[in-house]
């Protein structure tokens, strides 16, 4: 599972971004592009120190300011679930080719 692929997935679900200042943002993901860059929408802004807070309808980070991402378990086990059955697809494709030539590796 690539992060790229993961905050694909995350799409329009909430998630957690901490940027490299200490500021932490916490809103629904919007969309994200090959370098990291994300919009996110109903974002709480957090103060490094916890103590400041402010709403903001909508925030562009660029990937090089985000130091941790935290994205929802479901999305990670969905996810995990669907690599898992793209690879098993893969060793049957490939199973089923052997087998035409009459070779079965295993």
Known sequence: M???GLLNAAQ????LVELKNGE???GHLVMCDTWMNLTLKEVV??????????RLPEVYVKGNNIKY???PDEIIDTE????EEAIED???GVKAVDEEEGEVLE
Do not use: I, W, Y
């Open 2 to 4: 690539l992060p790229l």
């Open 12 to 15: 329009g679900h909430p998630m």
């Open 24 to 26: 932490t943002l916490n």
């Open 45 to 54: 802004q957090t103060s490094p120190e916890g103590d400041k807070f402010m």
């Open 69 to 71: 991402l935290r994205v």
């Open 80 to 83: 995990t679930m669907a690599a």
């Open 90 to 92: 893969v060793e049957e």
